[in-house]
């Protein structure tokens, strides 16, 4: 098919000149895309700016996956900044101390009191931080673990005392 030759630089002036898409030069003059296709296609620059554009393309998509892995790791920082946070709060006195973290701590810090069923902080260990409870009361279904937690704890104690003896 012949088209007029100022319908051709049309199309060649948005693509080459103006960097439009086909789609975008198709609607504009109201004509198909693979007419514009046709056009360009025919023209000596059609490689060239095919492989600048695929170029263009690849930086955009380069820069947009940088910017992803500075967002990812823009949010991995802070979600490491919220657990450090969650570590010293969780220890607050305003706070319900979670199982494992209170049967750990119980060990180490604390000394269990089986009359009133609290745990009561070992001055031994130093002196106790501002937002360490002095005291904190077990729940009976905690109670369970914490026994046998601190069993395990003193029966591994045991063992590597007596290890150590022998190999003496």
């Given at each position: ?125 130093g002196k106790k931080p501002a937002d360490l409870p002095r005291t904190i009361k077990v729940h009976k279904s905690t109670l369970n673990q914490f026994v046998q937690y601190s069993q395990n704890i003193e029966s591994e104690k045991w063992t590597s005392n007596v290890e150590k003896?022998?190999?003496?």
């Amino acid at each position: 098919m012949c088209y007029p030759a100022s319908f051709i630089q049309t199309i060649q002036r948005l693509y080459f000149c103006e960097h439009k898409k086909v789609k975008e030069i198709a609607e504009s003059l109201n004509c198909s895309t693979d007419t514009v296709t046709r056009i360009i296609k025919k023209d000596v620059r059609y490689d060239r700016e095919k492989e600048s554009r695929r170029n263009n393309s690849k930086e955009k998509q380069n820069k947009l996956k940088k910017g992803k892995r500075e967002e990812d790791n823009m949010l991995m920082e802070a979600l490491k900044r919220q657990q450090e946070i969650h570590a010293t709060v969780i220890l607050s006195k305003k706070r319900k101390l979670g199982t494992d973290t209170l049967i750990e701590m119980s060990i180490t810090h604390y000394d269990y009191n089986p009359h009133n069923q609290k745990l009561i902080f070992n001055e031994a260990c130093g002196k106790k931080p501002a937002d360490l409870p002095r005291t904190i009361k077990v729940h009976k279904s905690t109670l369970n673990q914490f026994v046998q937690y601190s069993q395990n704890i003193e029966s591994e104690k045991w063992t590597s005392n007596v290890e150590k003896k022998a190999l003496k």
